[in-house]
Antibody, heavy 121, light 111 residues
Framework: EVQLVESGGGLVQPGGSLRLSCVAS????????MNWVRQAPGKGLEWVSY????????YHADSLKGRFTISRDNAKNSLYLQMDSLRAEDTAIYYC??????????????WGQGTLVAVSS | QSVLTQPPSVSGAPGQSVTISCTGS?????????VHWYQQLPGTAPKLLIY???NRPSGVPDRFSGSKSGTSASLAITGLQAEDEADYYC???????????FGGGAKLTVV
């Protein structure tokens, strides 16, 4: 059974940093592209970051303006999101999501339960 | 404002059918990129419901179906059940933004 378990969320002050983790099990982690998707309270889903299976290709949403960095450790079956210069508008549940690659657009076939990040003074 | 436009809410009685629309543009759905749909039950993570415009993952009832035409897509749910009450999101890829994009979500109420 595919499992994705996020951790690392919490309350942080504006301007602070946080590192989220996602541990995968039940599949060959190193063979899959991975993403982070977030959901602000009462709002819709927003794609945040993508990383290729080998970790060599990375994309981030333009709205992040270079403040977040995605990475992975295939030996540890783990995905990470380093979040710096956090703002109130970054408050959200952050989901780790496995990508299924297709010719005409990837989709997210498995999701973790999410970890809540709250940015407030 | 989301790149893909969905109605904020839809409703239907048990046993009836509803359709949720997802309108994009020439840089996403209209460019030929697939549309995928997710169901998010209250307080839970999203779950893949339809992929590749009209394909159901194993375990998803055939009451759920998807379609696409031009710059729009639709999710149809037949034989509504109380447990279908959830938020439904469409998703595609936008070549102008170089980003995966979601609709704003449609809340389904089974009245």
């Amino acid at each position: 059974e595919v499992q994705l378990v996020e951790s690392g969320g919490g309350l942080v002050q504006p301007g602070g940093s946080l590192r989220l983790s996602c541990v995968a099990s039940g599949f060959t982690f190193s063979s899959y592209e991975m993403n982070w998707v977030r959901q602000a309270p009462g709002k819709g889903l927003e794609w945040v970051s993508y990383i290729s299976s080998s970790g060599t290709t990375i994309y981030h949403a333009d709205s992040l303006k270079g403040r977040f960095t995605i990475s992975r450790d295939n030996a540890k079956n783990s995905l990470y999101l380093q979040m710096d210069s956090l703002r109130a508008e970054d408050t959200a549940i952050y989901y780790c999501a496995r990508a299924k690659v297709t010719t005409w657009g990837d989709y997210f076939d498995h999701w973790g339960q999410g970890t809540l990040v709250a940015v407030s003074s | 404002q989301s790149v893909l436009t969905q109605p904020p809410s839809v409703s239907g009685a048990p046993g009836q059918s509803v359709t949720i629309s997802c309108t994009g543009s020439s840089s996403n759905i209209g460019a030929g990129y697939d549309v995928h749909w997710y169901q998010q039950l209250p307080g839970t993570a999203p779950k893949l419901l339809i992929y590749g415009d009209n394909n159901r993952p194993s375990g998803v009832p055939d009451r759920f179906s998807g379609s696409k035409s031009g710059t729009s897509a639709s999710l149809a749910i037949t034989g509504l059940q109380a447990e279908d009450e959830a938020d439904y999101y469409c998703q595609s890829y936008d070549t102008s933004l170089s980003a995966w994009v979601f609709g704003g979500g449609a809340k389904l109420t089974v009245v």
